[in-house]
């Protein structure tokens, strides 16, 4: 069955420090691939996502995300944390070979001053 | 495009009692879908439609589960008795198309004593 995975159930950063969060997606075809966020007590908000136009995808405050083929991953990041990016984020992939968007077990972000 | 609605944004209930969550898609958007989220589990997807038709319901956990969507702006989910184990913020999403972005509504927080 196709996949993703969320390297980390947790990530910690300073404010201010690089952000990375880690999704690969098991697929032999390139999917769509989509970053989401979730604030406290709301609904999944759509971050950004990929569909081939180009492998590297900018969203809204501030993220982005590379595709990358070869290593089937589609990792996010973002060069200076805030504190407003608290938050759990969710990979997810569709397209072709996958039946419906499959979404990854998600990433907690905590962000400390 | 006032978003996905959903309501009530809480219920509690007890257990042996019917429970009915309600949610209103994005005008336009042909796809539906209810999830559960609970943090054992993470996020589930239960059922979802294609033009007010039920395509796949394999997430449905178990009878006591039923969902409808009697048209295109409206659809319910409900259990039937309540169990304390269904405890848990279920979400209804809509797009346009099967691997098109989700829009989450704010979710429905349901504790079951």
């Known amino acids: 069955a196709q996949s993703v995975t969320q390297l980390g159930s947790h990530v910690s950063v300073s404010e201010g420090a690089l952000v990375l969060l880690r999704c690969n997606y098991s697929?032999?075809?390139?999917?769509?691939l989509f970053w989401y966020v979730q604030y406290p007590n709301q609904g999944l908000q759509l971050l950004l996502k990929?569909?081939?136009?180009?492998?590297l995808v900018k969203g809204i405050n501030g993220f982005e995300a590379e595709f990358k083929k070869s290593e089937t991953s589609f990792h996010l990041t973002k060069p200076s944390a805030h504190m407003s990016d608290a938050a759990e984020y969710f990979c997810?992939?569709?397209?072709?070979?996958?039946?419906?968007?499959?979404f990854g077990t998600g990433t907690r972000l905590l962000v400390s001053p | 495009d006032a978003g996905v609605i959903q309501s009530p944004r809480h219920e509690v209930t007890e257990m042996g009692q019917e429970v009915t969550l309600r949610c209103k898609p994005i005008?336009?958007?042909?796809?539906l879908f209810w999830y559960r989220q609970t943090m054992m589990r993470g996020l589930e997807l239960l059922i979802y439609?294609?033009?007010?038709?039920?395509?796949?319901d394999s997430g449905m956990p178990e009878d006591r589960f039923s969902a409808k969507m009697p048209n295109a702006s409206f659809s319910t989910l409900k259990i039937q008795p309540s169990e304390p184990r269904d405890s848990a913020v279920y979400f209804c999403?809509?797009?346009?198309?099967?691997?098109?972005?989700?829009?989450f509504g704010n979710g429905t927080r349901l504790t079951v004593t």
């Open positions: 997810a992939a569709g397209g072709t070979g996958f039946q419906k968007l499959v």
């Open positions: 697929s032999s075809v390139p999917p769509y």
């Open positions: 999403a809509s797009s346009r198309q099967i691997n098109s972005p989700l829009h």
């Open positions: 439609f294609n033009n007010n038709v039920p395509i796949d």
């Open positions: 005008s336009g958007h042909d796809y």
């Open positions: 990929y569909t081939s136009a180009a492998t």
